[in-house]
């Protein structure tokens, strides 16, 4: 009898002990697949249903086999590193983007010169003149010439030389009082458009004269009819004109 108490005083011992320290077991979970493919973890087999107990896989934590202190210090290293990996690629990503902020404003940059480029239109000076090089349409046909910029000139005016090369047949007469107060007869017509450098006039009313006397170096005017439409300035130094957006 006195056998028996000893030994159950123990067990309850024992039983008190390990509700009070409880033995620490290894961390496992279980991985497994349903029958529709789907893939599970749960950290307890019960959890797992009878049908797929057969083909499952067991993990256990990393550090199970370490001692606490062991497992502490480990997971307080792994912790740096993570942190240190996170700055690092922070801070990656941040000259990343700080990269790719530089090479869009370069690529602004040059887009925008490209294109205030393009509205510039190479012209010749002549002391005071500016002679503009331009296209003139009418019906398909294309023809280049050289006007001289003028701003007192109400409607573009062309030589009646090119006024052939475009074929123009269609036209209507007209006066105009010059400044030494003569009249002056010339014809008129619609053409299809004027163009000068990016900038295009469609189907404007132009003047056609017969140019008599010796060659001034220009085939006609571009007048207000065009220049009204459009800011610009022009560099003499350059020989450019500036048309602004």
Excluded: C
Excluded at 20 to 27: D, G, V
Excluded at 171 to 185: M, W, Y
């Amino acid at each position: 009898m006195i056998y028996k108490r000893k030994t159950s005083a123990f067990l309850w011992i024992l039983l008190a002990l390990s509700l009070l320290f409880p033995l620490k077991l290894p961390a496992e979970f279980y991985k497994y697949f349903d029958k529709e493919g789907k893939l599970h973890f749960v950290d307890d087999q019960s959890k797992i249903p009878p049908e797929y107990r057969k083909n499952i896989t067991v993990y256990k934590e990393k550090y199970d086999h370490l001692s606490e202190k062991e497992q502490v210090d480990k997971l307080k290293t792994d912790a740096e590193k993570a942190e240190e990996t996170r700055k690092r690629r922070a801070a990656e990503e941040e000259l990343l983007r700080k990269n790719e902020l530089i090479k869009k404003r370069q690529q602004q940059k040059i887009a925008k010169e490209k294109y205030l480029k393009s509205l510039q239109t190479k012209v010749a000076i002549d002391g005071n003149r500016v002679l503009v090089p331009v296209k003139l349409g009418y019906r398909g046909k294309e023809v280049e010439a050289t006007l001289l910029l003028d701003t007192g000139a109400t409607i573009t005016t062309v030589h009646q030389q090119i006024a052939d090369q475009l074929y123009i047949t269609q036209t209507k007469k007209a006066e105009a009082k010059v400044i030494s107060g003569k009249v002056l007869d010339f014809k008129t017509a619609k053409i299809s458009y004027i163009k000068v450098g990016p900038l295009k006039l469609e189907i404007p009313l132009v003047g056609i004269i017969k140019h008599k006397g010796p060659a001034v170096g220009h085939n006609g005017l571009l007048g207000m009819d065009f220049l009204r439409h459009f800011d610009y300035s022009i560099d003499f130094e350059k020989g450019i004109i500036n048309w602004k957006p």
